[in-house]
C-alpha cells in the first residue's frame, strides 16, 4: 500500500470498496438502469447454465467475490436440478454479506453444504485446500477480472492454473467493447450511486488503517482511458491536503486536483481474454457471448 500511495498516479486495490457499506452500494448499483453489466450477465448466464452442469461436471461451485450470489443462484438452480451439486463455496472479503448469503443458500437448496470462505482472493485462493473438493467450478464472475490490470490478470490466472485440480474447470466473466458512450454512463450514474462507492473508499481506509481522510474533501471521476480500453475511477482532491494513514505507516500529500484511482474496469474482446486465460496454461472449453455482445462468458479446464 505504502508503494501505491506514496508514488505518482496513486492507485488503490479495489479490495478497499467492499467493506459491508461497500457490498451494500455496489448490490445497488448493479441494479442500476445505466449499469448493463449485471443483467447482461444474468441472461447470458439463463441461457447457458444447463451448459455448464454438463460441461463441467463440477460437483463443487466456489464463486470469488460471491456478494449476495445473486446471479450464481441461476447457475446452481441448474446444478441443483441436475441433482449434481453436493457443496458451494462462497469466498469474499465482506464477513456479513458471506453471513446472509449463507442463509439464503442453505434454505433456497437444503441439504446442500455451504462453506464461506472470508478472505482476499489476490492473496488467499492458494490457501484453500482442494483436496476435499471433489471434482469444483471456480467461478469469476461480475466481470470483476476487468479491476486487474494486464499484469494483474497475468498472476491472477496464473495462480488459478495452479489451484485447480486435475478436472475441476474455471468460468469467467467479462464486459465487452463496445460504444464509449455507454460505458461511461454504467459508471457516471445519474443517482450518485457510483459516486458514492467509490468515496466509500476512504471511510473503510480510515475504519480499518486510522487514516483522517475528510471525504467532502474529495470528488468522484470517472473517466475512459482508449489506451488500455478501460474506465478509471478516481478520487480527486479539492484542496491542498495532508493525510495520515497510521495503521499503514504513511503520510500522503495530496496537490488539488491530484487523483487517487480507486479502481479499473477493463473491457476485452474475446480474442484477448482467451489468449490471455490460455497464456496461463488453461484450456479453453467454451466461450458465449449475448446477444447484444455486451456481455462475454468462458469456460476453461484444467486436465
Known amino acids: 500500500m505504502q508503494a501505491n500511495l506514496t508514488r505518482v498516479p496513486r492507485r488503490l486495490s479495489p479490495r478497499w470498496l467492499y467493506d459491508d457499506r461497500g457490498s451494500e452500494l455496489f448490490d445497488q448499483i448493479t441494479r442500476l438502469g445505466e449499469y448493463y453489466p449485471t443483467e447482461a450477465e444474468r441472461r447470458l448466464l439463463a441461457e447457458i447454465c444447463d451448459d455448464l452442469v454438463e460441461l463441467s461436471g463440477a460437483d463443487t461451485f466456489v464463486e470469488l467475490g460471491s456478494g449476495t450470489s445473486d446471479k450464481t443462484r441461476t447457475i446452481l438452480d441448474a446444478f441443483w436440478r441436475a441433482e449434481s451439486l453436493t457443496r458451494v463455496v462462497p469466498f469474499d472479503v465482506s464477513e456479513q454479506t458471506l453471513r446472509d448469503s449463507a442463509v439464503l443458500l442453505s434454505d433456497r437448496y437444503p441439504g446442500l453444504e455451504v462453506h464461506g470462505v472470508a478472505g482476499d482472493f489476490h492473496e488467499h485462493l492458494l490457501e484453500v485446500d482442494t483436496e476435499n473438493l471433489g471434482t469444483p467450478m471456480l467461478a469469476f464472475l461480475g466481470s470483476t477480472i476487468g479491476n486487474l490490470d494486464e499484469a494483474q490478470r497475468a498472476e491472477f490466472l496464473a495462480e488459478v492454473g495452479a489451484w485447480l485440480p486435475t478436472g ?124 447484444r455482445q455486451d456481455f462475454g462468458m468462458l469456460l476453461a479446464a484444467r486436465l
Open 168 to 291: 475441476g474447470t474455471f468460468l469467467l466473466g467479462f464486459d465487452l467493447m463496445k460504444p464509449v458512450d455507454r460505458i461511461i454512463a454504467a459508471y457516471n450514474d445519474s443517482a450518485g450511486v457510483t459516486a458514492e462507492f467509490i468515496t466509500n473508499l476512504l471511510c473503510v481506509l480510515n475504519n480499518e488503517l486510522d487514516a483522517d481522510f475528510d471525504p467532502s474533501s474529495f470528488e468522484y471521476v470517472g473517466l475512459w482511458d482508449p489506451t488500455h480500453t478501460r474506465m478509471d475511477m478516481r478520487l480527486r482532491s479539492l484542496r491542498t491536503q495532508t493525510v495520515e494513514l497510521p495503521g499503514a505507516g504513511v503520510t500522503v500529500e495530496f496537490e488539488a486536483g491530484e487523483e487517487l484511482c480507486a479502481e479499473i474496469s477493463t473491457k476485452f474482446t474475446v480474442e484477448q481474454i482467451c489468449g490471455e486465460v490460455e497464456a496461463a496454461g488453461l484450456n479453453l472449453v467454451r466461450t458465449w457471448t449475448d446477444q
